[in-house]
């Protein structure tokens, strides 16, 4: 699996940006796409993540509300919709693919879930 992110760049607060996660060589085994982000000095944590099967979506409570994930099965594509931007959403956004399959309720929310990383793109947003 690869994975193309793309879509960063440069906002003011409020504004709204849109990512794209391309994931070539997807297979039935790659459950969940998710997002993360990293901002200088700080550790990469997770932003948002969607099932494929079924759309079912994952949130931290910091993002709830202001993003949306979405994805696109003919295109294996993965949209993270960035809405009323703060300066401290500036950081590297990458997406990840994970094989993890879960039964039950599983929130896809640590590095370790996910096997495959796209390059990061920069989003940086100033006040």
């Known amino acids: 699996v690869q994975l193309q992110a793309s879509g960063g760049g440069s906002a003011q607060t409020g504004d709204s940006l849109r990512l794209s996660c391309v994931v070539s060589g997807r297979t039935i085994s790659t459950s969940v796409t998710g997002w993360f982000r990293q901002a200088p000095g700080k550790e990469r944590e997770f932003v948002a993540a969607v099932r494929w099967s079924d759309g079912r979506t994952y949130y931290p409570n910091s993002v709830k509300g202001r993003f949306t994930i979405s994805r696109d099965n003919p295109k294996n594509t993965v949209h993270l919709q960035l809405n009323s931007l703060k300066p401290e959403d500036t950081a590297v956004y990458y997406c990840?693919?994970?094989?993890?399959?879960?039964?039950?309720?599983?929130?896809?929310?640590?590095?370790?879930?996910?096997?495959?990383w796209g390059q990061g793109t920069q989003v940086t947003v100033s006040s």
């Open positions: 990840a693919a994970s094989t993890r399959h879960s039964t039950g309720y599983y929130p896809y929310n640590r590095r370790i879930d996910y096997g495959s």
